[in-house]
């Protein structure tokens, strides 16, 4: 083939898998509390005479089957437990009921419902879907082979079961009047005939079929709602749903032209290939942003998982586990052909040659991107990092979660009153919302998590100690926020000290007050590419974020020093680095396309938000700013919307609610061996944080604290 056929014939199929991606992505967020609905709905058909005719509390020596049933079948239906053999015998019932006695439309689509579930089970939000894996490999008795057989009908029959309900949906449509038994009356002033007519169509091929359902799905609630039509039934608007949410099946124009336009791409030779560094927010958002162009792309990070490192220091204070803030960078992109994740560390760049140097072995580029993002600092005092360790990883994390609760267990085994009041001593050094939310979390953890736990003292006596080198806490806020949040944390215990600095770490404590070591950041990148960087390592970008010199590299995240937002420097903040990672992208697809470049980068911030404990928090969006438990249910719902996967959010949100309601803390594990906890770690220690809006410094445990 021409190379510029090849490129006209991709670009229709990417734009074209753009488009089905969007849709497919909206179907998959949408189906699962489609499913759920649909559930609850069903729920009422027990509770139906017609289902279980002449049953009265007389009959009840006889008929006791049968009231069981129609006791233990709704709930059962609604949480999505044992839903097959349910809707099964609701199926047959429905059927008796439409065959008995005057049809009605409602029979016909509760039995198509009923029979949805038998043949596809419940979706996500179900306890058959939760418990399939673990049940899958128990020794239950056949516990393996219905689940089996349950996935082969799903696999075989479910296509087929869809295939059905479309040509019976676009036969309601194209016949005016039905007196059929099993034909339900769909047409009637829903929409005007030339329409039905081509929806009839549609369905019927199988194309289109979500924006089809869901414009007969808008037109017959508007109806309802309007009090006119055939009084539809809302099994009608829930099967339409339904059809939409999950779409045509393997048996359609849609599905067809899909496989085409995702089909594995022959890799031409002259397809440019892009190389990006780093896995954090801003590579994740560029490489997504790419995954439709003509391009192959080599994503690098010394890790196989993002890491969400917002909720970093909540896996350190025992709230959450590693693997409900990390997902495998693989999983999110294994269906596309072009993108190649590597797993590596990046020592070098050879600008001349073009390529990057990861263990050893030269990646060759035609665009490079690096977003490798930070480390914590020291400023000169690297003898400081034995008791003051950094956050930036998940060994970080475990690391100062093992320390924490170690020095917790050891005050339970001593009787030395001193030595307790040295182990539960507790500093934190910077007060951003990274340090601030790592003071509310320990005081959490201290007053209520582990408030039970422990016979030889009292937990909730740990000396906090929150030491800041400016005025006031959380100064990226307004002056009004920043009071909240230091009164809420005075509330909770801690001590906020402003206007201080660390001046020593040592292994006898903390000295405070004297020369400022505050957090700071290091990036390798500017000494791979001799760049121009900032006293904290960040390369100093141009407008469209590339390294002056080599319009072919660009730098993004943490890894840039970038006047972008109204010609200040460009948070180092999540947010800013999935923007940069996304004008990056946008970057590339132009040169691409060959079309013009964007505008330069601009920094649009969304507003900043940071916790503080239990139903307290600040949030500010410019002219709006938010405090208290509605800033906290905020702030939760945002940083559940932004973790990768499905999984993740679920799993995160039900610890969350758990732990609200119990105010019991789940992952009180110390991971590390005696050795690796034979370096004392004391209260103070200095990292780098992303939590939500800005840099900060961290903790640490045990040994007294002088403050002078």
């Known amino acids: 083939m021409h190379p510029t056929t090849f490129a006209q014939d991709e670009r229709l199929r990417t734009q074209l898998a753009r488009v089905l991606d969007l849709s497919g992505a909206a179907g998959r967020a949408a189906a699962p509390v489609v499913d759920l609905l649909v559930r609850l709905a069903l729920a009422k058909a027990f509770f139906a005479p017609e289902m279980f005719p002449g049953i009265g509390a007389a009959d009840f020596p006889t008929a006791w089957p049968m009231i069981i049933v129609q006791v233990i079948g709704p709930v059962l239906m609604a949480i999505g437990l044992q839903v097959r053999p349910v809707a099964l015998l609701m199926l047959v019932l429905t059927l008796r009921a439409q065959f008995s006695g005057a049809g009605q439309e409602e029979h016909l689509f509760g039995a198509a419902l009923f029979g949805w579930y038998v043949v596809h089970g419940p979706a996500s939000l179900s306890l058959d879907r939760l418990l399939s894996k673990g049940i899958r490999h128990s020794p239950l008795p056949l516990a393996a082979v219905a689940i089996a057989a349950g996935d082969w009908v799903n696999r075989v029959i479910g296509p087929l079961y869809v295939l059905v309900?479309?040509?019976?949906?676009?036969?309601?449509?194209?016949?005016?009047?039905?007196?059929?038994?099993?034909?339900?009356?769909?047409?009637?002033?829903?929409?005007?005939?030339?329409?039905?007519?081509?929806?009839?169509?549609?369905?019927?091929?199988?194309?289109?079929?979500?924006?089809?359902?869901?414009?007969?799905?808008?037109?017959?609630?508007?109806?309802?709602?309007?009090?006119?039509?055939?009084?539809?039934t809302i099994y009608e608007p829930l099967l339409l749903a339904l059809l939409g949410a999950s779409g045509a099946g393997r048996y359609s124009l849609d599905h067809l032209i899909g496989r085409?336009?995702?089909?594995?791409?022959?890799?031409?030779?002259?397809?440019?290939?892009?190389?990006?560094?780093?896995a954090g927010f801003g590579g994740m958002a560029c490489a997504a942003a790419l995954r439709h162009e003509l391009v192959r792309v080599t994503l690098i990070d010394r890790e196989n998982y993002h890491l969400f490192q917002p909720l970093l220091y909540q896996v350190a204070t025992a709230a959450l586990s590693p693997a409900e803030i990390t997902t495998p960078v693989r999983a999110a992109f294994r269906d596309n052909a072009r993108m190649r994740v590597l797993r590596g560390t990046v020592t070098a760049v050879d600008a001349a040659a073009r390529r990057v140097i990861a263990d050893g072995r030269a990646v060759a580029y035609d665009m490079l991107v690096l977003a490798t993002g930070a480390t914590h600092g020291y400023f000169g005092h690297e003898e400081w990092a034995g008791y003051a360790p950094g956050l930036k990883s998940v060994p970080d994390a475990t690391s100062i979660r093992s320390r924490i609760l170690d020095t917790f267990e050891k005050a339970e085994a001593t009787e030395d009153a001193a030595l307790q009041r040295k182990l539960l001593t507790f500093l934190i050094c910077g007060a951003g919302p990274t340090g601030v939310e790592m003071a509310g979390a320990i005081a959490e953890l201290a007053h209520n998590g582990m408030a039970k736990d422990f016979r030889n003292f009292d937990p909730a006596s740990a000396r906090i100690l929150l030491v800041q080198a400016g005025p006031r806490v959380l100064p990226q806020f307004g002056e009004r926020l920043s009071a909240f949040a230091r009164s809420s944390l005075e509330a909770l215990g801690v001590e906020v000290h402003t206007d201080s600095r660390v001046e020593l770490i040592d292994g006898d404590g903390v000295v405070v007050n004297g020369e400022r070591i505050a957090a700071g950041i290091a990036s390798p990148a500017s000494a791979w590419l001799g760049a121009e960087a900032d006293r904290t390592g960040r390369i100093r970008v141009g407008p469209d974020l590339s390294v002056p010199g080599h319009p072919d590299i660009f730098a993004i995240g943490d890894t840039a020093l970038s006047l972008a937002w109204d010609g200040r420097p460009v948070p180092g903040l999540a947010p800013a680095a999935k923007q940069s990672g996304a004008y990056v992208a946008s970057v590339l697809r132009a040169r691409l396309r060959g079309r013009k470049p964007p505008p330069p980068f601009r920094y649009r911030h969304q507003g900043s938000l940071a916790t503080i404990g239990r139903r307290s928090a600040v949030a500010d969006f410019g002219r709006v700013k938010v405090t208290g438990a509605a800033a906290w249910w905020l702030w939760g719902a945002v940083h559940v919307f932004f973790l990768v996967g499905v999984r993740n959010r679920l799993s995160v949100m039900l610890g969350w609610v758990w732990s609200y309601f119990t105010f019991d803390v789940g992952v009180r594990l110390i991971t590390q061996t005696r050795a690796d906890q034979s370096t004392p770690i004391y209260p103070a220690a200095s990292l780098t944080g992303k939590s939500a809006t800005s840099v900060s410094a961290y903790p640490a445990t045990a040994a007294p604290a002088r403050i002078r």
């Open 260 to 278: 085409w336009a995702r089909r594995t791409v022959r890799l031409h030779p002259d397809m440019p290939h892009v190389v990006i560094v780093g």
């Open 165 to 232: 309900i479309r040509l019976w949906l676009a036969a309601a449509l194209a016949v005016p009047v039905s007196s059929h038994t099993m034909l339900p009356v769909m047409q009637d002033g829903i929409l005007p005939s030339q329409w039905l007519a081509i929806g009839a169509g549609l369905l019927a091929l199988g194309l289109c079929t979500p924006v089809v359902a869901a414009v007969l799905f808008a037109a017959g609630c508007g109806m309802a709602m309007a009090g006119s039509g055939h009084g539809m």
